[in-house]
Nanobody, 116 residues
């Protein structure tokens, strides 16, 4: 069973930066897109950034200009560079990969806490 493993979360002061990583424990073929979601305590999970294969990168309005989604050359790791962090960015962050066959993979989540 292939799993996605996230890392890079932690505690940071407002204005600081973190870089999240998400790597697959095995090979996943026919990837349609890679995305990052987040879920704050008591709130619904929301899409933060998506990187569709051959498509346009999308960002939530709340993170535009501050967050950047990218992959490595092998396309087996997806990153989320988060700059100018705000307390409202505090949440558990999840990566999700989707395949053309309609299958979705999710990571276990990594906590990001931004102190004011």
């Amino acid at each position: 069973q292939v799993q996605l493993v996230e890392s890079g979360g932690g505690l940071v002061q407002a204005g600081g930066s973190l870089r999240l990583s998400c790597a697959a424990s095995g090979s996943i073929s026919n990837i349609y897109g890679m995305s990052w979601y987040r879920q704050a305590l008591g709130k619904k999970r929301e899409l933060v950034a998506s990187l569709p294969s051959g498509g346009r990168i999308n960002y939530a309005d709340s993170v535009k200009g501050r967050f950047t989604i990218s992959t490595n050359n092998a396309k087996n790791t997806v990153y989320l560079q988060m700059n100018s962090l705000k307390p409202e960015d505090t949440a558990a962050y999840y990566c999700s990969w989707a395949t053309w066959s309609g299958r979705s993979y999710w990571g276990q989540g990594t906590q990001v806490t931004v102190s004011s």
